[in-house]
């Protein structure tokens, strides 16, 4: 007898599942174009690179501010401009923060701030790529870094929010940070390379009524 063809006396009666419950989703914004700021409490500026040669080791700075103008109709003239407090950092171990923060590394006592500030935006779809100049240790350098756009949403409090998931590989000796130290077994203690990695939550910034 066929699923569908059973008899309703011989049929019994099936619990059916309470509904689950899900949560709102965000409703997404048709134009993102404007300016904004960071929104430090849902952003992360990271980085990690490689210990010993078998490992990674993973940071991020907790003390930042940036603005950004998104134009969406001229990519080109869209910019960034971000600051991070150096002293700020932290690997989850205070030996090595306190380490990073010496001549060795950042040198925060000569120069508190690392900087970047963008020389082009180019945009394709929701793809960026966003260059410009990295100033930490007090050398600034060009660099490229490659966001994607996550999403944007007006957040329960009338919010325009926008989201930005980025990351690009520097040579840390460009910048001054030379420290390093030769292990036994061959190879350094810290890698030259370093990967920067960003998770952007920005706030659109709503224009003053005159």
Aim: aromatic share 8%; no cysteine.
């Amino acid at each position: 007898m066929g699923l569908f063809n059973r008899s309703k006396t011989t049929s019994t009666p099936v619990a059916t599942a309470a509904p689950v419950a899900t949560e709102p989703t965000s409703s997404f914004v048709s134009d993102i174009a404007g300016d904004y700021v960071l929104d430090p409490s849902h952003s992360r500026l990271g980085f990690s690179a490689r210990h010993a040669m078998v490992t990674k080791v993973r940071g991020n700075f907790e003390e930042f501010e940036g603005t950004a103008h998104v134009d969406t109709v001229t990519p080109a003239n869209s910019k960034v401009e971000v600051t991070i407090q150096a002293a700020s950092v932290t690997t989850g171990s205070e030996q090595r923060d306190g380490h990073l923060k010496t001549p060795d590394f950042f040198d925060i006592e000569n120069h508190p701030t690392i900087t970047f500030a963008s020389t082009e935006v180019v945009r394709d779809g929701s793809e960026w790529a966003i260059t410009g100049n990295l100033t930490i240790n007090g050398v600034t350098k060009p660099v490229t870094i490659d966001f994607e756009e996550t999403g944007s949403a007006k957040d329960p409090y009338g919010n325009t929010r926008l989201g930005f998931e980025g990351a690009t590989t520097i040579d840390r000796t460009e910048w001054d940070l030379n420290f390093n130290a030769a292990l036994e077994t061959g190879g350094v203690l810290v890698s030259e390379k370093v990967k920067l990695e960003f998770d952007i939550s920005a706030i659109a910034q709503v224009p003053s009524q005159v």
